[in-house]
């Protein structure tokens, strides 16, 4: 698991036992949003893979799995 993702898993956890100071409310929104785009790309890149795989490109295929092992996705 990324750094980020435990992060803010931490800090979700920690808001239910104290209120989160104003930069551990930042950190947690940061993280989130890193979140999300991150979770954007690994999407876009399996979508991507599918195509490949469909048109018979393994080269590409390749490419794309690579990038995703890159994300820590595979």
Known sequence: MHVV?????????????????DAERKELHE????IINHQWKVARL???????????DTEWQHEICRELER????
Not at 71 to 74: D, I, K, S, V
């Open 46 to 56: 399996k979508n991507l893979s599918l195509v490949a795989y469909m048109s018979g």
């Open 31 to 34: 993280s989130y949003q890193w």
């Open 71 to 74: 994300l820590g996705e595979m």
């Open 5 to 21: 993702a435990e992060r803010f898993i931490e800090l979700v956890v920690t808001q239910h036992y104290r209120p989160l100071t």
